[in-house]
């Protein structure tokens, strides 16, 4: 492992932040609100250079054994 690259590391999944125009949709097919889903801090490492802020959605994709996990985190101060 890279200490100079740790968030190219395996075990850190991939954060990506999702589009204003698709989160209705993501909201909708999870029948949920962004108050009632996780939250992650916009410090935290996962998140750096991504340009992430309050209140954006953040979909993390897991590479389990049996295939890909997706979560959503809303983007917390």
Avoid: C, Q
Wanted: hydrophobic content about 45%.
């Amino acid at each position: 492992m890279s200490l100079e690259k740790p968030l190219e590391h395996v075990l850190v999944p991939k954060h990506e932040i999702v589009a204003k125009a698709k989160v209705p949709d993501i909201l909708s097919e999870l029948r949920a609100t962004l108050d009632m889903l996780p939250k992650i801090k916009f410090s935290d490492p996962a998140l750096a250079g991504a340009g992430a802020k309050p209140g954006d959605l953040v979909k993390i994709t897991r590479n389990e054994i049996v295939g890909e996990n997706i979560f959503y985190r809303v983007v917390i101060k």
